[in-house]
């Protein structure tokens, strides 16, 4: 270098041999935010038929390809088939678990007894899937059962198998574990009259794999939504330590978690209160026919669909998902009080669609144990997230081999604070100009080779509420 404003790279100061030489800077070509694609990972149990071995990270863009991956009617299909569904542009990556080996497959029974005194059908629901069998005038129970059995086969997306003994009819689940004991079984008869179908719920899954299995090959694979069809604690808890670790300060790479809930308002509240993350998400759907994970891969889809980070999900809708019967839909009290406690509240809206109230972490309390609202709203984490991405490569773009002068932190600050109106013109976040004195580039008092900046953040917040008084004059 020998000018005071112009630094090479390429072109050595002790060039000797006359001649023009020119070097190409691309430092300072983007002026721009980078883009905001998000990325979502499921992760869900495999059955052993899958062509896709446990443990590998696998992109994955329509529901026939995943069967043949992972074992059509596994958790893991229907997961993928749940998130195409309601979102069908989003970029999914799947990852299998194996079932336990030490684990039990759920079963329940459909036991028919009478005659048919009348042509009809007996329609089975098995989660969201319909499932009709053809019933003629004298029918015993066992041809009924031998028909709903033929019914049930032609059906392999559904997570159940079915085996046949006289009229009782088995349904078996695909995957192992306590996942099964889940899947909705109802009944109904079109006419027939004679006939009698009593339903045992599935029950008897045990043992669910290991989450771990699935989160340390995907440490540094940089997915924004992960996505888990596990739904107990101690998985959950897994899942928030591996988003601690990859999303802190020396990682970088800022992700969420989902999950799904199909239970009570009690239960749901329990779990979320026992994680506690601001980097992970549940929504409610009560009761609904669908099954969890499902649940879960059309909410981690439609938070991936929204690109906007500071821009709230409220009313979006989780195509597909069924809704909650009418008795145990969530009263105006019960969103409120999933609101307070780490849930995100659904509801029923027009059409039958079930849409997000508004969309929350599992954060509700500081380490102290004391209310804190500040990572209320999943918008805020990812705004965070976003704000940090553009922050670090718009630092990395224009200093990747900076020396430091006393010049150096003049430089950065200029390149932060236009980073923070460009994000302001697009409402990410406010008040750049009024926070500017706060924010500060200085040389660290004991790395002579280390820069510190402060970056005053006010995100951007969703208008969620609205209160007007309208006042009557007569």
Known sequence: MASKDISFDSIPSSIRKPGKYFEFNTK????????????VLLIGQRMAIGTVAAAVPTDVFNDADAATMFGRGSILHSMVAAAITAYPYAAITAIALDDAPAGTQAAGTVTLTGAATAAGALTLWVGNDRIDAAISNGDTPTIVALALKTALDRAPDIPVTATVNLGVVT????????????????SSFAIATGLVAVIAPMAGGATDPDIQAALTPIYSAGHNILCSSLMDTASLQKLRTHLDAVGGPMEQRGAIGVYGNTGTLAQATTLALSINSGRTSSIL????PSLSWEVAAAYA???ASEEDPARPLNTLALTAIAPSPFANRLSRTEQENALYNGVTPSEVGPGDKVQIVRAITTYTKDPQGIDDVSLLDLTTIRTLDYVRKACRER????????????????????ELYDVLLKLEELEFVEQVVENKDKLIVQRDLQDANRLNARIPTDVVNGLHVFAGRIDLYL
């Open 28 to 39: 300072m070509a983007v002026r721009l935010l980078p883009g905001n694609l998000q990325k």
């Open 171 to 186: 349904l078996t689940a695909k995957n192992k574990g306590t996942l099964g004991n889940t899947i909705k079984l109802i």
């Open 285 to 288: 759907v009560p009761s609904t």
């Open 301 to 303: 889809a439609v938070i």
């Open 395 to 414: 630092i990395a773009l224009r200093f990747p081999r900076e020396k430091l002068s006393s010049r150096t932190a003049d430089k950065v600050w200029s």
